[in-house]
């Protein structure tokens, strides 16, 4: 494994955390991907498999829209 050395840190050291965005409206993106506002809830009313592909596909859907899947 690689260390890194010139990494630059988003905390300041808060112990209270940090957040990434103030509003559900903000722009976030990570890895170079084109920022994007938050994605609405996704939702599995009936427990229908039908439905937990369609919610496991929105949440795939919006990983790979952030950034984080490829």
Known sequence: MTVRTNITQLS????????????????????????????????????TLGDSNTAISAIITCLVCKGLMA
């Open 12 to 47: 300041d050291g808060n112990e209270a955390g940090t957040v990434l965005g103030q509003s559900a409206t903000d722009l976030i993106g990570f890895h170079g991907v084109t920022p994007t506002a938050q994605k609405a809830r996704v939702t599995n009313t009936s427990g």
